[in-house]
């Protein structure tokens, strides 16, 4: 089983910049995809951004050039920085992992989510 540990939501003023955090623990071989999703109040959960194994990136269009998803493979951590904030930007946010458990079965598993207020 693996369960994942987010931190850093909270309130943030407009064009301020927040960071989140996503820690992955438990039975894992290897890690693929991390990433972070959204959902706005009476919205669909979306894809905000993901980063894979070899590093390469996607972001939603509408966080492109603010956003930036890193990770730490070593300790299988992901991180989003989030700059130049906007209203729209508040949401519940969640971490998602996908890979490998040292049972050799594949995962999938969310964060309990973390809510980010962007207002003045």
């Known amino acids: 089983q693996v369960q994942l540990q987010e931190s850093g939501g909270g309130l943030v003023q407009p064009g301020g910049s927040h960071r989140l955090s996503c820690a992955a623990s438990g039975n894992i071989y290897s890690i693929n995809t991390m990433g972070w999703y959204r959902q706005a109040p009476g919205k669909q959960r979306v894809l905000v951004a993901s980063?894979?194994?070899?590093?390469?990136?996607d972001y939603s269009e509408s966080v492109k050039g603010r956003f930036t998803i890193s990770r730490d493979n070593a300790r299988n951590t992901v991180t989003l920085q989030m700059n130049s904030l906007k209203r729209e930007d508040t949401a519940v946010y969640y971490c998602y992992v996908a890979g490998m458990t040292t049972r050799w079965r594949g995962f999938d598993s969310w964060g309990q989510g973390t809510q980010v207020t962007v207002s003045s």
């Open positions: 980063i894979i194994t070899g590093g390469s990136t």
